[in-house]
């Protein structure tokens, strides 16, 4: 189960310039994130926490999923593991995540010349 656990953001990189990327308002930045992952086998549940929001998606990689953005649209996509990295299309960029020297380790990649890519490293809590 190497990526169940609890783990406390770090440390991230072009994080306002994403949510300006895929069209979310400027938010406040330096919350406290907090990622949980349960993995049981190919079937994970992925929340993650900021003071007031939540957000959380279930799937199975291998499988078309029914998935949620950070606001809320819900979608359909393959999630699939590529070596020891999760990879998932959302409709405004590509997710990716893996652990690292017991570090999580999130990129979402926003498509095109002028992509931008969110860096988030999380220590396990």
Same mark, same amino acid.
């Given at each position: 189960?190497?990526?169940?656990?609890?783990? $406390?953001? $770090?440390? @991230? $990189?072009n994080y306002e310039e994403f949510l300006e990327a895929?069209g979310l308002l400027k938010a406040k930045t330096d919350? #406290?994130?907090?990622? /949980?992952?349960? @993995?049981? &086998?190919?079937? +994970?549940?992925? *929340?993650? *926490?900021?003071?007031?929001?939540?957000?959380?998606?279930?799937? *199975?990689?291998?499988?078309?999923? $029914?998935? !949620? *953005? %950070?606001?809320? !649209?819900? +979608?359909?996509?393959?999630?699939? %593991? /590529?070596?020891?990295?999760?990879?998932?299309?959302?409709?405004?960029?590509?997710?990716? !995540? /893996?652990?690292? /020297?017991? #570090?999580?380790?999130m990129n979402c990649i926003t498509p095109g010349e002028? &992509?931008?890519?969110?860096? =988030?490293?999380?220590? =396990?809590?």
């Amino acid at each position: 189960m190497a990526f169940t656990g609890k783990y $406390e953001l $770090e440390s @991230q $990189e072009n994080y306002e310039e994403f949510l300006e990327a895929i069209g979310l308002l400027k938010a406040k930045t330096d919350h #406290k994130v907090v990622t /949980e992952v349960v @993995q049981d &086998g190919n079937n +994970f549940t992925w *929340t993650q *926490t900021i003071p007031n929001w939540t957000w959380s998606n279930s799937f *199975t990689v291998g499988q078309e999923c $029914e998935l !949620a *953005t %950070m606001t809320g !649209a819900k +979608f359909t996509a393959p999630v699939t %593991m /590529e070596g020891d990295k999760i990879s998932i299309q959302f409709p405004q960029y590509h997710f990716t !995540a /893996e652990i690292l /020297e017991d #570090k999580l380790v999130m990129n979402c990649i926003t498509p095109g010349e002028k &992509g931008v890519t969110l860096k =988030r490293v999380s220590k =396990r809590i």
